[in-house]
Every structure is written in structure tokens, then in C-alpha cells.
């Protein structure tokens, strides 16, 4: 019998290319996203089925993980991959903003993942799959708000995996380096303040670095293969890192002091220099 995986977010990006994947492979997905006739090209496939999922709304991951289940029998994986990206200046950012980050991308995931225990509990296992970022472990200049998102993200999935592990439910993180989505486009949310103009300075010459990164960023399909790895591995192991330059920089970073490591950011981003 097949398997069948439940995916957040698959309107676009590394979601998409995730649940085209995993169909590819001969899994059962249930494809989720808030307006599921935006995808029609993902229903091509005889072993695919969309959902209507909003994760800042309880009743709607209800609705969307109960007619999975009803469809295909059960769900053994999930895979928490909806959210988007804040950057900018901190000092620009409205509380509106800043919630609107953590309720998608922390609270959003903390509500699919409880939801989907009580069913993976009592199938006697299943795998719960975190798309974090390498920015939830190391951190980049004017993306305060999405780091600390993540950084909640991994500190969350770690915690809980102690709490599931007696169930035989694994907690798998993956780690994505710079991918070419619409993460560095028009998904984009930038903030910045017009009377802010002494950070304007900081901001053109970390603007120019973020977006060469974006636009020589790995493809999605990268991203999409670790994934389908993290659900097939028996094994224990939480983190999966992928796509240059997320496996040397985490590793990097623990190698080396703090000031070394700023040191080496600043100069990679070209402020080693810039005074405010």
C-alpha cells in the first residue's frame, strides 16, 4: 500500500516541487494550500489530491487532515513547509508584521504538527518534517524577524522530538541554504521606514549580496529530494542541511568563535567597514 505524505504550502516553490516529487515516486500527497484552484496543474497527476489549508486557522487544518484521511486511509508523513520571509529594518517593523511572521511560519506549524499527532500516535508512527532554514541556527544582516522565527522553529522540533519519540513519530529539520524561489521575490515581504535613512547605507549594500545569493541559489528540486530522503530514513537523524551554503557555514559555525564568525559574515556581505 502506498504512503501518503500531507504537505503545506504547495501553491508554489519548494511545496510544489515537493508534492510533484513525492507523486512521482508513487506516494500518495495530499497537496494543501489556502486556495487550492490556483494549482490545477498539480492535479494531473491520478495520485495527488489538493486541499484547502490555512495554517493560521484551526478549523481549516481540521477539515483538510480529517478528508485526507478519508481519501487515502491514513497520513505517515507530514510536511510542515508553508511560510514566507520578512526582511528589513527591525526598527521599521510593526507589531501587525511581526505577528503576521510568527503566525505563519511558528504558530502555523505548531498547529499542523498537533494536529496531526493524535492520528500518527495512534497508527503506531509516522514522520513530522520541518522545513526551518539554515537561518534557524545562523543568522544574516536585516532578516531579524524570519531568524527568529526559525530559530523558534528548531528549538520547538528539537523539544518535541523527546516528547514523540516513545510513539515511533520522528521530528526530521531540514536546513535549506539559498534556494531559487519566490523567498527572494514576490513573496518577499521587505520593510523599511522612510524615515529611516541612516540605515539606508546598510541596507543598499546588503540588498545587492542577498539577491546575487537569491538569484545563484540552488533549485527547489534540491530541496524537494532531501525531503522525500528525510521521510524514507529509518534513522534517528533530525538535520538535514541542503544547498550551498547551508552545510559549511552551519558547520562553520560551530567551529569558530563568535567574533571570527561575525567577522566573516560582515565581509561576505561587504560591511565589514560601514559605520551607521
Known amino acids: 500500500m502506498p504512503k501518503t505524505v500531507l504537505i503545506t504550502g504547495t501553491s ?49 487544518i481540521q477539515k483538510a487532515i480529517a478528508s485526507a484521511i478519508q481519501d487515502f486511509g491514513q497520513i505517515d508523513v507530514l510536511v510542515n513547509n508553508a511560510g514566507f520571509g520578512v526582511d528589513g529594518v527591525f526598527e521599521a517593523m510593526t507589531d501587525e508584521i511581526i505577528e503576521q511572521q510568527f503566525n505563519t511560519n511558528v504558530f502555523g506549524l505548531m498547529r499542523v504538527t498537533r494536529a496531526i499527532i493524535p492520528h500518527l500516535r495512534a497508527k503506531g508512527g509516522g514522520t513530522i518534517i520541518q522545513i526551518a532554514s539554515m537561518g534557524g541556527r545562523i543568522t544574516f544582516p536585516l532578516y531579524s524577524i524570519y531568524h527568529s522565527s526559525k530559530w523558534a522553529v528548531e528549538g520547538f522540533s528539537e523539544a518535541l522530538h523527546y516528547e514523540l519519540e516513545p510513539f515511533n513519530i520522528k521530528i526530521k529539520i531540514i536546513e535549506p541554504g539559498a534556494i531559487k524561489t519566490e523567498f527572494y521575490g514576490s513573496s518577499r515581504q521587505f520593510i523599511t521606514g522612510d524615515n529611516l535613512r541612516m540605515y539606508q547605507s546598510l541596507v543598499d549594500t546588503v540588498e545587492k549580496v542577498s539577491q546575487q545569493a537569491g538569484k545563484n541559489g540552488e533549485p527547489p528540486e534540491l530541496v524537494a529530494q532531501v525531503i522525500f530522503q528525510a521521510a524514507c530514513d529509518r534513522t534517528r537523524k533530525m538535520r538535514y542541511a541542503v544547498g550551498k551554503p547551508a552545510p559549511l557555514l552551519l558547520r562553520l559555525r560551530k567551529l569558530l568563535p563568535d567574533s571570527w564568525y561575525f567577522s566573516l559574515i560582515k565581509r561576505s556581505y561587504k560591511i565589514y567597514r560601514i559605520t551607521i
Do not use: C, E, H
Open 12 to 60: 508554489s516553490g519548494i511545496g510544489k516541487l515537493t508534492a510533484i516529487y513525492f507523486a512521482q515516486q508513487g506516494w500518495n500527497v495530499a497537496a494543501t494550500m489556502r486556495n487550492p484552484g490556483n494549482s490545477q496543474d498539480l492535479s494531473s497527476f491520478s495520485n495527488l489530491k489538493l486541499y484547502s489549508l490555512d495554517v493560521t486557522d484551526n478549523n481549516s
